[in-house]
């Protein structure tokens, strides 16, 4: 059974860089695509972008010029990098799994982690 | 993008009842519609892809329907542990977006 772990700094000062790694476990990267969505605190959920397993993005307009996805098949994990970051990008961070760019769903999810933005 | 409105944004129901929650788009998403039930302080979990199907081993009381830009989830027989927060979930474009959720409570 597939599983989705996140994992990665719970706290980041801000207009520094937000790293997360999103690691699959139980079956192959190949072919399904990761997304994060984030949760920010008492709110709804937020689709940030999304990678396929040979590195092909798509991103969250909203937040595009500031994220960055990256894929490393060998070691079965993705990760999420965000930009210049600011007290509105706490939230609890997901990773999902898809298995289309569109006309899909996301199953599994990660448990999430939480990040605060704070100095 | 495609806007996904969800009304109510709560509701309060007892054991037993049933429940509907309407999902609307901003435009045509044919049935590219998915529900997911999340608990406080877990992560959401799908209950239902392309409006109607049930993922493996979601209750059968848990139903969708609807196509184009109006969505329904009915939850028949409320059970406890049905109560929680629903999202729906629109994949007809590549930028997907989320309802803002309605909240199920116990009355």
């Known amino acids: 059974q597939v599983q989705l772990q996140e994992s990665g700094p719970g706290l980041v000062k801000p207009s520094e860089t937000l790293s997360l790694t999103c690691a699959v476990s139980?079956?192959?990267?190949?072919?399904?695509?990761v997304s994060w969505i984030r949760q920010a605190p008492g709110k709804g959920l937020e689709w940030i972008g999304y990678?396929?397993?040979?590195?092909?993005?798509n991103y969250n307009p909203a937040l595009r010029s500031r994220v960055t996805l990256s894929v490393d098949t060998s070691k079965n994990h993705v990760s999420l990098n965000l930009m210049s970051v600011s007290a509105a990008d706490t939230a609890v961070y997901y990773c999902?799994?898809?298995?289309?760019?569109?006309?899909?769903?996301?199953?599994?999810w990660g448990q999430g982690t939480l990040v605060i933005v704070s100095s | 993008d495609i806007q996904m409105t969800q009304s109510p944004s709560s509701l309060s129901a007892s054991v037993g009842d049933r429940v509907t929650i309407t999902c609307r788009a901003s435009?045509?998403?044919?049935?590219?519609l998915n529900w997911y039930q999340q608990m406080p302080g877990k992560a959401p979990k799908l209950l239902i892809y392309?409006?109607?199907t049930l993922q493996s081993g979601v209750p059968s009381r848990f139903s969708g329907s609807g196509s184009g830009t109006d969505f329904t989830l009915t939850i028949t027989n409320l059970q406890l542990e049905d109560f929680a927060t629903y999202y729906c979930q629109q994949t007809y474009s590549t930028r997907w977006t989320f309802g803002q959720g309605t909240k199920v409570e116990i009355k």
């Open positions: 392309t409006t109607s």
């Open positions: 435009q045509s998403i044919r049935n590219f």
């Open positions: 999902a799994r898809h298995e289309a760019p569109a006309a899909s769903w996301f199953d599994p």
């Open positions: 139980g079956g192959s990267m190949s072919p399904y695509y």
């Open positions: 990678i396929y397993f040979s590195g092909n993005t």
